[in-house]
């Protein structure tokens, strides 16, 4: 099989292409191999949104489930038993990848219960049972950018577990996210770890961010707001991307780490699945191509950027001053920047919270089911 020539520049351009889902389906019908093959997919992410969707189609799951059932698994066990299945094979497939990348790609990404997102002690707890459980080299524990969530996630690297930082929709929470890592990095190294064994990326939302600014700037409804609609959110990706690289490349506190084998967190590329119409259905990768970053994509974006997406190079070095422009036009505008940033925040906690709680719901219909 062929990559497809359009994703291969991708990859060529410094982008590590991952896929924005997982499920037994994909599994079992050898789709997520054949999408390795042919799309330079070299990861996966997952969320309490995707597993929902997964777990609530088709049939996939029904004889694992009543096999369970008939163990007497609560429904709890039930899904970690499922969802960890399902990540511990996605990282198997993945396995070569991970070896050949030495260990920056080949990763499938498995998150915390999100009912704990405000929960420091028990996040941690969580992560470290889960990479137990998976007990792969190449999974990542996702951990929520809350305040809660930033101690958790020094605290998990400091164990040694490679760590995906998700959530993250400000620069001013990125760079806490950054000093989270390398203050974790920094007490492993204090615990004898190999620092070159821990790996992570910041997943950074970007068209989260235009949605919730451009409803903002339409409810203004000036010529000169109007104008800025589908701006903010590369705007505000390409200003993490310049607080990465003032952080890692050449950065006087990472210097000293990187010298002991420790590696950057890379910045990764979430929510890029365009929502407006009216926006090319690729902008949120092409606008956003360069060295050590991750782009995980729906299937359908990926698809879009295979058919017609146009890669040109690296599109983030050299922009924050172009970015920081559109961010200072839109507080001229009247946008509250920190009031949007709370309430992506909030509504991404909620958003995976919601998908759990039906998750739980669907499960324990079926486990009753069984019984």
Known sequence: MTQNSNLEALSAAGVSVWLDDLSRDRLTSGNLVELRDTRSIVGVTTNPSIFQAALSKGTAYDAQIAELAERGADVDATIRTVTTDDVRNACDV???????????????????????????????????????????????????????????????????????????????????????????LEKAKEAGHDLSKIHSVASFFVSR????????????????????????????????????????????????????????????????????PDYSDTLYVTELV???????????????????GVVTGNTLSGTADAAQEV???????????????????????????KSWHELLEATQGQLDEKK
């Open 94 to 184: 993945f396995a070569a990848i991970y070896k050949r990348s030495g260990g920056v790609d080949g990763r499938v990404s498995i998150e915390v219960d999100p009912r704990l997102a405000h929960d420091t002690d028990k996040t941690i707890q969580q992560a470290i049972e889960l990479w137990k459980i998976v007990d792969r080299p190449n999974v990542l524990i996702k951990i929520p950018a809350t305040k809660a969530g930033l101690p958790a996630i020094t605290a998990v690297i400091a164990e040694g577990i490679s760590v995906n930082v998700t959530l993250i929709f400000s620069v001013e929470r990125h760079k806490l996210v950054m000093t989270a890592y390398l203050k974790g």
């Open 209 to 276: 961010v235009d949605s919730e600014i451009d409803a903002r700037l339409k409810k203004i409804g000036s010529e000169e707001a109007l104008a800025l609609r589908g701006q903010a959110g590369v705007a505000n990706a390409r200003l993490a991307y310049a607080a990465y690289e003032e952080v890692f490349v050449g950065g006087a506190e990472f210097e000293v780490l990187k010298a002991d084998g420790a590696l950057v967190q890379r910045p990764l590329w979430a929510s890029t699945g365009v929502k407006n």
């Open 290 to 308: 360069g060295p050590n970053t991750v782009n995980t994509m729906p299937e359908k974006t990926m698809d879009a950027v295979a058919d017609h």
């Open 327 to 353: 961010f200072d036009e839109l507080v001229a505008i009247g946008i509250d920047l920190t009031d949007v940033f709370i309430v992506l925040e909030d509504e991404g906690v909620d958003k995976f919270e």
